[in-house]
């Protein structure tokens, strides 16, 4: 089971830090990511991160802005996002899956999504 928090809205150039709850690791679970999914848009991957080596892969769109992290003692990872643009509003979902890919089709289990707001 996953549960996102930290949602919320934010002005323009603010930031905002995203936490993703696992309540049950397993080999399905090796790459947690991160995606977004705005109105009328297709769900985009935002980035990823593999539990083991702790390597992180980023969308462009969010490079240099947004940073993926793992607190294994807590069973948790985080999105750090900088610098939001009103282009980053979107629902945010956190996933689990068997290796890292920012394809949503990758990635079997989901979140129930967090919303972000940027004005």
């Known amino acids: 089971q996953l549960v996102e928090s930290g949602g919320g809205s934010v002005q323009a150039g603010g930031s905002l830090r995203l936490s993703c709850a696992v309540t049950?690791?397993?080999?399905?679970?090796?790459?947690m990511g991160w995606f977004r999914q705005a109105p009328g848009k297709e769900r985009e991957g935002v980035g990823n991160?593999?539990?083991?080596?702790?390597?992180?892969s980023y969308a462009d769109s969010v490079k240099g802005r947004f940073t993926i992290s793992q607190d294994k003692s807590k069973n948790a990872v985080y999105l750090q996002m900088n610098s939001l643009e009103p282009e980053d509003t979107a629902m945010y979902y956190c996933?689990?899956?068997?290796?890292?890919?920012?394809?949503?089709?990758?990635?079997?289990?989901w979140g129930q999504g967090t919303q972000v707001t940027v004005s």
């Open positions: 049950d690791y397993t080999a399905s679970s090796n790459c």
């Open positions: 991160i593999g539990r083991i080596g702790g390597r992180t």
């Open positions: 996933a689990a899956g068997s290796w890292c890919s920012l394809r949503p089709a990758q990635y079997p289990y």
